[in-house]
């Protein structure tokens, strides 16, 4: 029942995604080459779903209708690894999702939602060097910047210049 639940909601989640998507004029320019990198990540996500969907429907190998008590130990054991690479595989799946669910957002909200997970960061920096700990705000200082790291990572991934980034928030800041 949950892994049907999970399904449905994916689907719908995607039905929803493309019809917006497909609802937008095409453009031309920058905004042309967005919803390009749009419609592209909505493609994958509906390829990430097909493979998970028939993940979910494939029974493990030689489980079919068995019940674990009437296995031997190798044949649990067996089974065992199969379910931990499957619950991988749906991890790894589930990652890739996530990722190309950024592509469909805003760069603006990506950038504010950034700011406001380094916003507790920064506060306990400013704590960290107003007590003078000197060892925590350096690993503070790093954990800071590894994480704008990965952001601009991302960033640069889904095709924008941290220039580009710093111009649209000039233009018209977040809501």
Do not use: C, H, Y
């Amino acid at each position: 029942m949950k892994k049907r639940s999970i399904l449905v909601v994916g689907v719908l989640l995607t039905a929803a995604l493309a019809w917006t998507a497909m609802a937008q004029p095409p453009q031309g320019g920058g905004f042309g080459r967005m919803r390009e990198m749009r419609q592209n990540a909505l493609n994958a996500i509906q390829e990430q779903l097909t493979k998970l969907k028939a993940m979910m429907e494939q029974a493990p190998q030689g489980m079919q209708g068995r019940n674990p008590q009437d296995m031997t130990d190798e044949e649990r054991t067996k089974m065992r690894e199969e379910f931990t690479k499957r619950r991988e595989e749906q991890a790894n799946i589930m990652a890739e999702m996530a990722k190309q669910m950024d592509t469909l957002k805003d760069p603006r909200q990506l950038m504010t939602e950034q700011q406001e997970s380094l916003a507790p960061l920064k506060d306990l920096l400013a704590s960290a060097q107003a007590e003078k700990a000197t060892a925590t705000a350096a690993k503070i200082e790093k954990l800071i910047a590894e994480r704008q790291k990965q952001f601009q990572d991302k960033m640069t991934a889904m095709g924008f210049s941290p220039e580009m980034l710093e111009r649209m928030m000039q233009r018209r800041p977040p809501q």
